[in-house]
């Protein structure tokens, strides 16, 4: 009789809206089932929003994950203390943030805490490239059969749409701007996951809708919607964007800039769009309104690919990793 491995999984969990913490959440639910894993979350964390079964981590009532292998779903956050007591066998570092001085630093610290070389996982190409740390490149696992193309023919007006968490990095101070473009070209816009700053001082106009994040599940919100718009402030590189694979399974035609690190999975007019400029975006999102067996097609194809993308050997290909 076999012993199935312990693998601790590591996240704040602070908000139930960030990629960082559903990437977390996936990983456990699909290692679950052929480990015995155990979700971590942080003493201020959330355990309800994700619909999984966590434990806070406390080194005074020293609960905290002992033994097997411990994986930290990003390095934006500090380890605690119990880190020197846990006595791993592995450790593995998700790097999903460009911050490679925080990344260097964590390497550092559990290799003094556990006298362990922790092994890296890229959340994109993108991210990896460049970096002087080698890994592995893992996509966010994304569960297509809760995103799934739903019928937008009742649709009454074509909506772009997209969603993210509500921080000012996500969103690009031109947004506003564009939308009012898109407006006055007959195509609504509805943000999930907009800021205050963006709800409070943004005209009141017809066809337009800023809402918190949180406001509606995000499968609702993509089954609301004919096209996904994507891009981020400047100062922000986004590195993977879990968004954009729900939505292409959601079988919706995707508009992405090019530096954004899922771009690596578009195939520029087959199954999304790439564009650097506004005027490009625009361009692309008229003709999507103005054809429907175009958007059709685009929105079959993205979900294609984000169903081969998260196909079983494609996961059973992530758990044979954290399995080893």
């Known amino acids: 009789m076999s012993v199935q491995k312990h693998i601790h999984v590591i996240n704040p969990l602070i908000d139930p809206t960030g990629g960082s913490e559903w990437r977390a959440v996936s990983l456990y639910r699909e290692l679950r089932e052929v480990a015995d894993a155990t979700l971590w979350r942080f003493a201020d964390g959330v355990s309800d929003s994700f619909d999984v079964p966590s434990r806070a981590i406390s080194t005074p009532r020293l609960q905290y994950p002992c033994g097997g292998t411990v994986v930290f779903v990003g390095v934006y956050f500090g380890i605690g203390k119990w880190i020197w007591l846990a006595q791993p066998q592995r450790v593995i570092l998700v790097y999903n943030t460009p911050d490679p001085e925080r990344l260097a630093k964590h390497v550092r610290h559990i290799r003094r805490a556990c006298r362990l070389e922790p092994e890296i996982v890229f959340c994109s190409e993108a991210l990896a490239r460049g970096m002087s740390h080698r890994g592995t490149v893992e996509a966010s696992i994304v569960d297509v059969d809760h995103f799934r193309p739903v019928d937008r023919s009742h649709h009454l007006h074509f909506t772009v749409g997209r969603l993210s968490r509500a921080t000012e990095e996500k969103h690009h101070p031109g947004d506003l701007t564009f939308y009012d473009r898109l ?142």
Not at 189 to 195: E, H, I, P, R
Not at 245 to 254: D, F, K, N, R, T
Not at 309 to 318: L, T, V
């Open 183 to 324: 407006l006055g070209a007959g195509v609504d816009v509805d943000v999930l996951g907009a800021t205050h700053s963006m709800m409070r001082f943004a005209p009141s106009r017809p066809g337009l809708r800023l809402r918190p994040a949180g406001d509606i599940a995000a499968d609702q919100h993509l089954g609301s919607i004919d096209c996904f718009f994507y891009r981020t402030s400047p100062q922000w590189s986004e590195p993977w964007g879990r968004v954009v694979i729900e939505a292409m399974a959601s079988g919706l035609p995707v508009l992405i800039e090019r530096r954004t690190g899922a771009s690596s999975v578009i195939e520029n007019g087959r199954n999304g769009f790439l564009f650097e400029t506004e005027d490009e975006a625009l361009e692309v999102i008229l003709r999507l309104k103005n054809d429907k067996k175009f958007r059709a097609a685009i929105g079959a194809a993205a979900r294609e690919s984000a169903v081969k993308i998260m196909s079983a050997d494609a996961r059973k290909a992530i758990c044979d990793f954290y399995l080893r």
